[in-house]
């Protein structure tokens, strides 16, 4: 899905997977093998970027092994619609990207 999604993909000498959107902005990790020690580890790391090369970060999401992977696989499908993100600093939530209902009349 990411890689379809233009996104560079890297394994590391682990076998964790990361990926980048490209335009820099994006970072996916799935780290199984990360710090096996921990149960309550994050195995999906997202994290999202003001700017290109990891600076200003603008938000995270991390989803651990108690997180079913249909719910995984829906935020990475949302994450890569360009239609489902807004990178308007204006509108960061993205409220002004769909015109608002007409409130019934009486």
């Not at 092994?65 to 360009?82: G, K, M, R, S, Y």
């Amino acid at each position: 899905m990411l890689d379809r999604a233009g996104y560079k993909l890297h394994q590391d000498e682990l076998a964790n997977t990361h990926a980048w959107s490209h335009d820099g902005l994006t970072y996916v990790g799935f780290l199984p093998e990360a710090d096996k020690g921990d149960e309550s580890r994050a195995l999906w790391q997202v994290r999202a970027y003001r700017q290109p090369n990891a600076t200003g970060l603008a938000w995270t999401a991390t989803f651990d092994q108690a997180t079913p992977a249909e719910l995984v696989a829906a935020f990475l499908a949302a994450l890569t619609d360009p239609a489902a993100i807004t990178r308007d600093p204006l509108d960061p939530a993205g409220m002004l990207d769909q015109p608002a209902e007409p409130s019934p009349t009486s």
